[in-house]
């Protein structure tokens, strides 16, 4: 696009590019999108690429002021850097979670083989306090159907992962832990840079105000967060200033920083 080559031209050549990988079949639905003469947006929604919902807004502010190679570009930018983000969590990650696998390997291991050769206590568990015959009782009972609550929490995982795949489900999911005492303090940080960042790039590339606004919103997960952001949208359009709405709705968490001022 940079080099002033076409939308459907440049789609073309990247997919002539990718002839052999997954990506090929993707560009090939865009391609065709493209040549029925749906907007780019469309189009790229249409094609079925696993993209963050900010790459859809930043096309469509693309189109609408005629910069949609500068507005791919933000989208790239801002991909890069949530990537990066998130490989810096992963890799601070691995050590308590190999912590937490241990340990409780270690707990499983020592219910399931090492409390059963003390199950002869049981025999007697008046003379037990209520804790120990509680262990011999469980570890006895996981000893003797190991592969059943195997299975079982296998089937467990399975399921548990098989409803986390729907949106709305991992959308409630983080409703409730945002309101969780500790983790709750964090977790509408990344939607509120997201949005930040979305909003910035928008108003930088022309589009109105309002415009970005609506489509910035989009791109927040937490619904109660996006619908204050909403009534932010409201308040600016009835001639409120950003900061001011942004304070009043409390939508950021706390006050508006002074340079989002009029």
Do not use: C
């Not at 490989?87 to 499983?108: C, D, H, Q, W």
């Not at 940080?189 to 919103?217: I, K």
Request: hydrophobic fraction near 55%; glycine fraction near 8%.
């Amino acid at each position: 696009l940079h080099s002033g080559l076409g939308v459907a031209e440049s789609v073309a050549a990247i997919a002539a590019a990718h002839q052999h990988d997954g990506l090929h079949e993707v560009l090939e639905k865009l391609g065709r999108a493209i040549a029925q003469g749906k907007p780019f947006a469309e189009a790229l929604r249409l094609s079925g690429a696993q993209l963050p919902e900010y790459f859809f807004q930043l096309a469509v502010a693309g189109e609408m002021t005629g910069t949609l190679a500068a507005s791919l570009d933000e989208a790239v930018a801002q991909f890069a850097y949530q990537q990066e983000v998130a490989s810096e969590i992963r890799g601070a990650m691995i050590y308590p979670a190999v912590l937490v696998s241990t340990g409780v390997i270690s707990v499983g291991l020592m219910f399931a083989f090492v409390v059963p050769r003390f199950s002869s206590m049981l025999k007697n568990p008046e003379s037990l306090p209520w804790l120990a015959w509680a262990v011999l009782s469980a570890g006895t009972f996981l000893n003797n159907n190991l592969l059943a609550v195997l299975a079982l929490l296998a089937a467990g995982a399975g399921a548990l992962a098989w409803v986390l795949r729907r949106a709305e489900v991992r959308g409630a999911l983080l409703e409730q832990v945002s309101r969780w005492p500790v983790v709750g303090a964090w977790l509408p940080a990344p939607d509120t840079a997201t949005w930040a960042a979305l909003l910035g790039a928008l108003l930088a590339q022309g589009v109105p105000m309002l415009e970005s606004l609506q489509l910035a919103n989009r791109s927040v997960r937490l619904e109660t967060r996006r619908q204050r952001l909403d009534a932010v949208a409201r308040a600016v359009k009835g001639g409120s200033s950003l900061s001011n709405a942004l304070e009043e709705q409390a939508a950021l968490g706390e006050p508006a920083p002074a340079g989002l001022s009029r």
